[in-house]
């Protein structure tokens, strides 16, 4: 009998450290993870580039240290970037200005969201839009030393920013694209990156649907911030269903393709 009192005596401390244990985890679950002592690592990738101007590139981040992978992307030390530095999405998608800065170098961060203190830096030089060498300052020690650098043309990454419509010479977008009654007609205009001769253009839903008439060169241009823009005609057919419509552009050379989910919608010629 005393052995059975033993095992019974065993069985229960066991339980309690079972439930202990489960106790234990359930506190820290309602209480929220903690970083590791060893902190929070972020490191982003690559940590040069260099970029000419108005054109993209993706920059990606890894984190160890904590369960919360997320990051707050930043340019030039404002968060999402602006005009003058160029801008960042939140996915580290980054775009150069317009023009070179002063000075040319731009310093990408990405910010732990968890923990404000954790970040990791790369440093993208902006460079003018052409292949050949390019003249900058890199600092070795306290010896600052003037080297040609080749700079390989970029192929944007191909991206619908805004959409809208044409009347006449002037062009504005929308923030929910377009809108064109059965029937009806319209010049459909978009802005992005890597919109440029060549690509090719077409609307979702039943091809018969609507019938899109492919830009010519002249109608490919660019904005006044040096975006790329492009403009081409539609005509919908007076029998398609009233509803959205993805407006989508294609590489055929790259493949890439580019959506503007729900950038069209159709409605009822009674409307």
Not at 110 to 133: C, F, K, P
Not at 179 to 197: D, E, K, P
Not at 255 to 266: K, Q, R, Y
């Amino acid at each position: 009998m005393r052995e059975v009192r033993r095992m019974n005596c065993g069985s229960r401390v066991a339980r309690l450290a079972l439930a202990f244990s489960l106790g234990v985890s359930l506190v820290a679950a309602s209480c929220g993870w903690r970083p590791s002592s060893k902190g929070i690592v972020l490191s982003v990738t690559p940590l040069t580039a260099y970029v000419p101007v108005s054109s993209s590139l993706q920059f990606g981040v890894s984190v160890v240290g904590t369960p919360n992978s997320l990051v707050v992307w930043s340019a030039g030390g404002i968060v999402g970037g602006s005009s003058t530095v160029g801008f960042i999405s939140s996915t580290g998608f980054y775009r150069a200005p317009a023009s070179v800065p002063s000075p040319s170098q731009v310093t990408i961060t990405a910010t732990s969201q968890y923990d404000a203190v954790s970040s990791s830096s790369a440093t993208v030089t902006i460079v003018n839009q052409s292949s050949g060498a390019h003249t900058v300052q890199v600092a070795s020690g306290q010896t600052i030393t003037n080297v040609n650098v080749q700079v390989a043309q970029l192929t944007p990454t191909l991206s619908i920013y805004a959409a809208g419509t044409c009347s006449g010479s002037s062009c504005t977008t929308a923030a929910t694209g377009a809108q064109v009654a059965q029937g009806g007609s319209a010049t459909i205009f978009l802005v992005g990156n890597g919109i440029i001769s060549g690509t090719v253009y077409s609307i979702s839903g039943k091809p018969t649907d609507v019938t899109v008439t492919q830009p010519a060169g002249s109608q490919f241009g660019q904005i006044s911030n040096g975006t790329p823009s492009v403009s081409f005609d539609i005509a919908v057919s007076a029998t398609a269903a009233p509803g959205l419509r993805n407006i989508m552009v294609s590489n055929p050379t790259t493949g890439e393709l580019s959506v503007f989910v729900g950038g069209l919608l159709i409605v009822s010629s009674g409307q």
